[in-house]
């Protein structure tokens, strides 16, 4: 079931909890106990609700049922950046022609919607030099940080 960045006995409606029957008269004693898990620095969470019952006419116990709630971040990040140009100058050592250019690329993003203001942003930059549909180099926090080769494929999907 899913559920808002904190539950609390509160949050848990009568119609989610198990159903124990007990005679007309008996009366019913009701425990539950709240474990959280935290994923990706608690961006997301998980809740194990565990409930005991006890009859307390018979003395009757019952349980544990447990049931599991979930909170899912589902609000993709929101990605600004400009257009942005370089100079070049010309290069007669450069072997594709005789301008070359250094670019700082710059982009930031931001993400509501997790259950804290300090998850992480993963990102991923993809080079298309020449502007002809095959992509030449990737960026990317998913590689390691020790890699600064231009001619590596740590990941070896391709692309340098
Ligand atoms: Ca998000
Ligand atoms: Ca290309
Ligand atoms: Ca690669």
Redesign the pocket.
């Known amino acids: 079931m899913d559920a808002q960045c904190d539950l609390t006995k509160a949050d848990i409606k009568d119609s989610d909890k198990p159903k124990v029957e007990g005679g007309p008269c008996d009366v019913i004693g009701e425990n539950i106990h709240i474990d959280t898990f935290l994923f990706e620095d608690g961006?997301c969470k998980k809740w194990r609700v565990t409930y005991n019952y006890i009859n307390w006419c018979t003395n009757e116990q019952k349980g544990p049922y447990v049931k599991y709630y979930k909170y899912k971040?589902?609000?993709?990040?929101v990605l600004t950046c400009q257009d942005q140009m370089f100079a070049a100058n010309p290069n007669p050592g450069n072997p594709n022609g005789i301008c070359e250019g250094t670019v700082n690329l710059e982009a930031s993003a931001t993400?509501?919607?997790?259950c804290t203001a300090n998850g992480w942003l993963k990102w991923q930059v993809f080079v298309d030099l020449w502007g002809n549909g095959t992509t030449d180099y990737e960026f990317s926090s998913f590689l390691p940080t020790n890699d600064k080769n231009l001619g590596n494929d740590t990941n070896q999907n391709g692309i340098r």
């Not at 993400?111 to 997790?114: A, H, R």
């Open positions: 961006v971040d589902d609000v993709k990040p993400d509501e919607g997790g």
